[in-house]
């Protein structure tokens, strides 16, 4: 991809992942070309923030932890009712970092995959 193309990704998605993780990504994109780009931007990556707003409103429930992935803890909060609302309090302070980590690890798994079916 040309420095103009990965900015502009960067600029569109940089709310998705971890902030130290943004110069990684912007060195894997650089690597990418522009026909194989189009696979990260159809990615289907998951909004922190809306991933906090559904842990406010139903994290008791765990359906924060289904949307992120971690299935296991999903079904803990849900048969506990959040630890007792412990978990639920908790997951308002991590779950947005947990969106992030997960989205980085998609996007890296994407390229990977992409790389080798690609012939990198």
Known sequence: MTQ?????????NSKF???GSLYAVRDKLLQV???????????DLKDPTTNLIVSVLVGSLGVDRF????TGLGVLKL???G???IMTIVDWFLISKRTKEKNLQKFMNA??????????
């Open 4 to 12: 103009e193309k990965v900015n502009l990704f960067i600029a569109q």
């Open 17 to 19: 992942f971890p902030e």
């Open 33 to 43: 070309n522009d026909d194989d780009a189009a696979m990260l931007y159809s990615l």
């Open 67 to 70: 949307l992120v992935g971690d």
């Open 79 to 81: 048969l506990t009712g």
């Open 83 to 85: 630890l007792c609302g």
């Open 111 to 120: 390229l990977t995959f992409g790389s080798s079916s690609m012939g990198f």
